[in-house]
């Protein structure tokens, strides 16, 4: 992968930046930008980083509007933390699969099934999932907070069944697994990666723990997606298989300008990629109208939201 000079490679995408910065001046406003977003958002966007770092982020913003280039769980989780600021998303579309495969009501079904079980769930929910949980986490701290929970503690995970199987692999748990998957991380594929390490010998393997457990077991590093990111800083080779969302790989290059880093691909797909359609559906466009029109607006029933902080504090308490 070619390093870029800028995203903002067109006189329209340079208009929309400069009509972008001077409706955030205006409106008092932060723009925050998961890793997976389009490399022209990540470039004008104030903080970029994973599910952990935005919600910190939000916790701790002295801005009137918090506009979230993510999804939408994301933008209910800076809602929750911050619920006396205007929170935007950019396309009000841009859901998860990952959050749609824990549907609430089934999941407050199995939660009673195992009234005796301290419930898990990963930040990639909804906030009606997150209200029925008792410690929310992220790839990066899944570990960490699991570990921390006495060994004799029965635990429910979900919604992510590969990144709960991770987990129980790296502490020696026999966590409950809800049968949840990412439509991007469960799709990546072996054969395709192994392709690729013959072509490329000396690359390490970088797989997030969202995907299967055969891609977990080649990797070189398992990790989320800001330790993937890390673990290329900081590591000596000179080449990376990358086995996560590929928007990644922009700032991975802009980081490492020296190294190459080379997407892996998914099963029955033409080209050599993985996105995700949800993170690619915000726009400059679209951010561009969302602070002008301070719509749509991330709306959560303040019942639901009076749970559902409880067990996001806790992991920050925990992180």
């Not at 709960?164 to 998957?181: D, H, K, P, Q």
């Not at 991007?184 to 000396?202: C, E, M, N, T, Y």
Request: aromatic share 6%; charged share 30%; hydrophobic share 40%.
């Amino acid at each position: 992968m070619q390093s870029k000079t800028s995203a903002l490679d067109s006189p329209l995408k340079k208009q929309l930046a400069e009509e972008i910065a001077g409706l955030k001046k205006e409106k008092n406003a932060v723009i925050m930008a998961h890793y997976y977003q389009r490399d022209e958002i990540k470039e004008i966007a104030d903080f970029i980083g994973d599910s952990l770092a935005l919600a910190r982020k939000a916790a701790e913003t002295d801005a009137d509007v918090i506009v979230m280039c993510g999804v939408h769980f994301m933008g209910e989780t800076a809602k929750i933390l911050c619920p006396d600021r205007t929170v935007l998303i950019p396309d009000p579309a841009a859901g998860c699969s990952l959050a749609d495969s824990c549907d609430p009501v089934e999941f407050e079904k199995f939660v009673k099934q195992h009234p005796d079980h301290t419930v898990i769930s990963y930040v990639n929910t909804s906030a009606a999932v997150k209200a029925l949980t008792d410690i929310v986490v992220t790839s990066g701290n899944a570990r960490k907070i699991v570990e921390s929970l006495p060994e004799e503690e029965k635990i429910i995970f979900g919604p992510d069944h590969n990144l709960g199987e991770y987990i129980n692999s790296v502490t020696g748990r026999s966590m409950l697994l809800w049968n949840g998957a990412c439509h991007v991380h469960d799709r990546f594929s072996l054969q395709g990666i192994a392709d690729l390490k013959k072509k490329h010998p000396g690359a390490k393997v970088l797989v997030h723990p969202e995907c299967r457990r055969p891609l977990q077991i080649i990797a070189d590093k398992v990790g989320s997606t800001a330790a993937l990111l890390d673990f290329a800083r900081k590591d000596e080779a000179k080449e990376y298989i990358v086995v996560t969302e590929s928007g990644i790989l922009f700032d991975m290059q802009r980081e490492c300008p020296e190294k190459t880093f080379i997407p892996a691909p998914a099963e029955d797909s033409e080209c050599q990629c993985n996105e995700c359609d949800y993170m690619k559906m915000i726009t400059l466009e679209k951010l561009r109208d969302c602070l002008r029109d301070g719509k749509p607006e991330i709306v959560v029933d303040p019942e639901i939201a009076k749970k559902a902080i409880k067990p996001i504090e806790r992991m920050l308490a925990l992180s």
